[in-house]
Structures are given as C-alpha cells and as structure tokens.
C-alpha cells in the first residue's frame, strides 16, 4: 500500500461528487442542500421516497441526480456507484451514510427492555452496519480515483443521553461509531478520512414532526444554547467533516445538539 505525502488532502467542496444515502427527506434533504449550496455535485440515494428525490433533481438541474438503492443490498450499491459515475463524469469523492431503514421515533410506541425482540435489532443492524459497510465497500474505487475520501456516518447522542427507549437503533448506532473508528484506522493511509456526526431531536424533520412543543421547549431549555438544532445546522458539520479543512481529523464523533451533551 502506498501512502501519500498528505494523505488526508480533499478537493474543495465545489469540485466534490458527494452520495448522501437516504437523502431525499428530512435531515437527508437537508445535507443534500447544504452540498448543492457550497457548489457540490449531489446523489440523492432513495429507497421509497422517489417522489421527494426527483424533486430535489429538478430543482438543482445538472447538480442533483437521484438513484434508487437499498443499502442493504451490495448489487443495488453498485449501480447507485454507476450510476454517479454516468451523471457526473467523476468519482464519488464523500460518502455520508444516513439511511435509516424501518424504525419510527415513536418512544412511546418503542418496545421496551422486557418485551424487545432481537429481530428488531437485526432490522437495525442490517440498516445500519451492512449498509455503511456497502457504500464505503463500493465507493473505495472512487476514492481511489480521486486520490482521498470523506466518509462521514450519522450518529445519535443517545449514547450519552438514552431518554428514550430506542434499544435497537442506539446499539446499532454505537456498533457504526466503533466502526468509524476501527476504519479510520484501517483506511487513513489511503487519504480517506472516517468520522461521526450525532445529533439529538431536530427541530423539525419528518421524524420529530409529531413531537410535542413541550418536548421541544424542555429540550431547549437544557442546551447551552437554549435551543434545538435544526436540520440545517446538523447538516453544516458535514461539510466541515468533507472539507480541506478537516485533512487532519478522522475517527471522531462530534455531538452538534447546542451542547446538550457534552462528548
């Protein structure tokens, strides 16, 4: 294995190729803009939501394209790389693994500790780690290509914090953290960077649309801030995560939440 002079070098965001994975609603559709804003070509993975995906396409003509995938499944990954390939002419050069597969954040519907079934945190897993696993799998030629790579995967301050009982989701989480670790590791002297971005409750995405006011007030009243992050500026730690800026950051996880947990 060769290692680079600078290893951890990127192209500025304007000249990246970025996949967000489940990109096309909520805190997706928020890192999508934020990339399409600094001047990033975007691809716009899906798996229900083609409706929402071809909406972003058409309103950022030439600089968002939209492709199916379930990241679960490494051949559907595979076309999703083609297809970037084909709309753009270039490698993926960030990944952001953000796809949430089947779970409601419902934490009054969520099965509690005495009636939880593994099958529930196989569902998680699978959504979770062997769909990260496909997307930095296949985008390692890309990275090649391009000479670096930005992997930037979607965290939850419930490590921290668990206020609700989201057993399956927050362990799945924890397993992509220490995944993020151990490949930052493994994958650094190829120039690609491993990192976590974890969040709490968003104000608002489709997910905490149903979330009480009073939820909302008494989390913002707990943060520094004396606010609730919204999707937008989650979504502005990412781009500091696929900058030249962060050339010499990997393998951390950072809590953008208004300092409600301290990490």
């Known amino acids: ?6 290893p951890t070098t990127a192209l500025p965001l304007a000249e990246q190729t970025v996949l967000v994975t489940g990109g096309a609603r909520g805190l997706g559709r928020a890192l999508t803009e ?7 070509r975007v691809v716009v993975n899906y798996r229900e939501s083609g409706e929402a995906a071809a909406q972003l396409k058409a309103a950022h003509p030439g600089r968002v394209v939209a492709a199916r995938a379930d990241v679960r499944d490494r051949t559907e990954v ?10 753009f002419a270039a490698p993926v050069t960030t990944v952001i693994n953000n796809a949430l597969v089947d779970f409601s954040f419902n934490g009054d519907a969520r099965a509690k500790a005495d009636d939880i079934n593994y099958a529930d945190f196989d569902t998680q897993f699978s959504g979770t780690i062997r769909g990260a696993l496909n997307v930095i799998q296949a985008a390692a030629p890309h990275f090649a290509r391009a000479g670096s790579g930005r992997v930037i995967n979607i965290g939850t301050n419930l490590f921290q914090y668990p206020v609700v009982p989201y057993h399956d989701y927050t362990a799945a989480k924890a397993a992509l953290l220490s995944l993020t670790r151990t490949f930052a590791d493994d994958l650094g002297p190829r120039g690609i960077t491993v990192n976590m971005i974890s969040g709490g409750l968003l104000r608002t995405t489709d997910a905490s649309a ?6 909302f007030d008494a989390i913002a009243q707990g943060t520094p801030l004396r606010s609730v992050t919204t999707p937008a500026q989650f979504a502005d730690a990412a781009l500091f995560f696929a900058s030249p800026w962060a050339r010499a950051v990997t393998g951390q996880n950072l809590v953008v939440d208004g300092g409600l947990v301290k990490n």
């Open 1 to 6: 294995m060769t290692i680079t002079s600078e």
């Open 210 to 215: 149903a979330t009480p006011d009073a939820v």
């Open 78 to 87: 595979e076309q999703l790389f083609a297809a970037a390939d084909t709309a």
């Open 34 to 40: 934020a990339f399409v804003r600094e001047g990033a």
